[in-house]
């Protein structure tokens, strides 16, 4: 019998939803794979830097290798710093142009599946077929799906016991999705 | 309609700007490649550089078009078991749309845009989540209606 487990309304915010786009998109959209793709500039980067050392830094002498380690080095940086913070703003540029990502949506949290729901939208959606469930200190983020739905829920609106049942839910039934995101460091407001 | 809505989603001028700059470097390694041949190692730097020039002009027409529509085939072929059909609906007020698990329904003013196509018409809900309705499967009196409620 697939009896309900939890309800609770939720209504998003613009940095929650930013959050959860960037999550998403460190792991399916243009950041997937951003560790190994800078790692490979950054070698190259460091392979230039070692032939300019060899030739007395004599960047006026080598300038392709010199432009090559400059090029490397922007690549480096887009990988690492740049590409999270465009998704981020992506996500918030998603959220600005929607009328319904701002409304507040009722969960219904079954054992097999969770439905959410408001007077514009029904969503019923089995974890077999979501591909994440990443859970951070401010959200949880559930993708997957054939269109690739991202659904953000809010901690803040949840209490504290509630929040540890869902995600101690979450972990239990979806165990091969279920991650938990590292948190902020100590003392970094976002 | 992946490659309708990639040339929907690309800027113009990121194409503009990219074909600029290809063309530039292509005319720039052949001027060089013609005039400066001292040694072997510029020679490949200015091939390298004509061949990126081409990379770059060709790469919206091309290459980017090539692999979105090989992506797409994909995509189809390993999920063409659950796509499943939708019962679409305009009235004067909402679009509507719903399969067995997913309502919408949507009042007018909640519609980022719609974008009327060659082959597909596409329903954008934000700037980057969209529906779409093969253009096929529409009479010229449901486009009509489409139209009017753009």
């Excluded at chain 1, 269109?147 to 972990?171: M, Q």
Aim: with cysteine; proline share 1%.
């Amino acid at each position: 019998m697939n009896e309900t487990v939890m309800r609770f309304k939720n209504k998003l915010k613009i940095r929650e939803y930013a959050a959860g786009y960037q999550l998403y998109d460190l792991r399916h959209g243009k950041s997937k794979g951003r560790v190994w793709k800078s790692s490979v500039f950054f070698f190259i980067a460091m392979a230039m830097l070692f032939i300019l050392m060899m030739t007395g830094f004599n960047a006026a002498g080598y300038p392709v290798v010199t432009l090559m380690l400059m090029v490397c080095m922007y690549m480096c940086s887009y990988y690492v710093y740049m590409l999270p913070a465009i998704a981020k703003l992506k996500g918030e540029h998603i959220y600005k142009s929607s009328r319904l990502l701002s409304k507040e949506y009722f969960f219904e949290i079954k054992k097999d599946c969770f439905i959410m729901k408001n007077e514009h939208e029904y969503l019923k959606k089995y974890y077999s077929g979501l591909t994440d469930c990443i859970e951070t200190d401010d959200i949880f983020m559930l993708a997957g799906g054939i269109d690739n739905t991202i659904i953000v829920i809010s901690k803040r609106c949840l209490s504290g016991e509630e929040n540890s049942e869902l995600s101690a839910f979450f972990k239990r039934e979806m165990v091969k999705q279920y991650r938990r995101a590292r948190g902020r460091k100590k003392g970094k407001k976002t | 309609m992946q490659l309708e809505k990639r040339s929907l989603m690309i800027p113009k001028e990121n194409k503009i700007i990219l074909r600029i700059l290809g063309m530039i470097a292509i005319a720039c390694g052949t001027a060089a490649f013609i005039n400066i041949r001292e040694n072997i190692y510029q020679i490949i730097c200015w091939i390298l550089l004509i061949i990126t020039g081409f990379y770059a002009v060709s790469y919206y027409d091309f290459i980017d078009a090539a692999f979105t529509a090989k992506n797409a085939a994909d995509f189809y072929n390993y999920n063409e078991k659950d796509i499943s059909s939708k019962k679409i609906e305009f009235t004067e007020e909402e679009f509507r749309i719903s399969d067995e698990e997913h309502r919408l329904m949507l009042p007018k003013k909640f519609i980022n845009r719609i974008c009327i196509e060659k082959k597909t018409v596409f329903i954008f809900t934000d700037c980057e989540n969209f529906y779409y309705i093969p253009k096929r499967i529409l009479s010229e009196k449901q486009l009509q209606i489409i139209k009017e409620f753009v």
